[in-house]
């Protein structure tokens, strides 16, 4: 398949020194009943054989290269910007899809033509093992804002979403080293349902070192971060307004304490009294400030 401009579907792959997986996943994407579509690798200045290997796909692929490391929300951003199709799929170069994936998603977007953005089941591979996912990950369909307030909800390799829907609330925040997805998915989901197709159209990988959210510590305070933006903004409404501020509390108080047990005190006493200074409309900017001393500091 030659590298042309296309109306279906830019599939978008950001990869950092893992040669072997993304070139599973890009067959996997070649691979698809679909045929419609643009693949855009992503690689975020890879030091190993990236991107010699990728050369093997030839125009089949576009390859974007960062010369200086730039994190995953950058590497997706770079492929947005240069998507061509209507629709946005990402795919993480140590996951890899079904064959029917594209295709189905493709189908529920023409049956359902209101829809903005839809995700997959998967089957979740730990350690070289099939694993069934716990009851809190199971996936919700529809309005999913106040389940995802919690936790991640959505698989960033199981989505497919309009590509103007990213224009309309902003692409990946690339402050965040992790959480990112969380950031953007309740961007979403405050404003418009994210369904669930209730297939098994992807394979995820887990445990392995060389994942950010098996490396970073300390992912609560990006949540945490991701909801104060969110009432900030004021657009949430009364209610939802109330479940925003409900968990912000709970998450606050266990990663306060947390920083207090580890002899963060100051650290510790800030986010114990975060929810006070927002109902005292301290701006997000003197929180943002503070937090992202926090992230150069450790």
Partial sequence: MAYVVMTGVSVIIPTHNRSEKVCRAVRSVLDQTYSDYEIIVIDDAS??????RLEEFGESIKVIIHEKTMGVSASRNSGIKEAKGNYIAFLDSDDYWLPAKLEIQVGFFRDKPGALICQTNEIWIRNGRRVNPAKKHR???GDIFVPSLKL?????SAVMMKKSLLYEVGMFDEEYPVCED???????SCKYPVYLIDKDLLVKEGGASDQLSTRLKGMDRFRISSMVKLLEREILGEEREREVFKELDKKCRIYGEGCIKRGKMEEGEYYLNLVKKLNNHETH?????????????K
């Fill in 152 to 156: 991640c909800l959505v698989s960033p």
């Fill in 285 to 297: 900017e003197q929180f943002i400030y503070h937090e992202t001393h926090e992230i150069h500091e």
């Fill in 139 to 141: 996936k919700p369909s």
């Fill in 182 to 188: 969380y950031d953007l998915w309740l961007r979403i």
């Fill in 47 to 52: 030091n190993d054989d990236t991107v010699n």
